[in-house]
């Protein structure tokens, strides 16, 4: 793919970690200029060097910029027609906002009202955590609700929804 206009205006792939999400998300984008915002933030070496391996595997064409909780305002501020944003995570960015105490289902309602409005091409990277059991504790807990309701709510938006596993990719919806 050379031209954005051959990426739906909004994508969703979702998968679990390491199955691949980011490197498929990635691929979308192939050689066009565009803007990684990153949600995730170093809080310790062992975040900064996935943050570091994460900005190594992208070539020159890529332009990071990190905003770890108003999303919806950076996307805003870098979404042109021209230029594809990839968003890399949505998880990420729900712990950020879980973690300052913020109001998630206003801040969930902000990003789904601005996502529709966009100029230029969204690509959204996000964990799936509700496969696994139920978590024990209260705070555990409630995480998994919200990132399944964020989740459905992105995936209601979309045109096209994409679910990695092993690296491999799998269309939930495709409305392109």
């Known amino acids: ?28 984008i192939g050689e066009r200029q565009a803007v990684y915002l990153a949600t995730g933030q170093a809080f310790d070496a062992e975040m900064a060097e996935r943050i570091r391996l994460h900005r190594a595997r992208r070539g020159a064409n890529w332009r990071t910029a990190e905003e770890p909780m108003a999303l919806a305002e950076a996307l805003r501020r870098f979404s042109r027609p021209d230029l594809p944003v990839l968003v890399d995570c949505l ?25 529709p409005q966009l100029p230029g091409p969204v690509i959204l990277v996000a964990n799936e955590v509700g496969l696994g059991i139920v978590p024990e504790n209260k705070l555990a807990r409630a995480f998994r609700d919200h990132a399944g309701i964020l989740n459905q709510r992105i995936a209601a938006l979309a045109s096209r929804v994409v679910f990695v596993a092993a690296g491999l990719p799998m269309i939930l919806k495709d409305q392109a």
């Not at 954005?4 to 205006?9: I, N």
């Not at 990420?92 to 601005?114: Q, Y």
């Open 91 to 115: 998880t990420l960015w729900l712990s950020n906002l879980l973690l300052a105490e913020r109001d998630i289902p206003s801040e969930i309602d902000r990003l789904a009202e601005t996502l």
């Open 1 to 28: 793919m050379s031209d954005s206009a051959a990426l739906p205006k909004l994508t969703l792939i979702l998968g679990g970690a390491r199955s691949g999400k980011s490197t498929h998300a990635e691929a979308l």
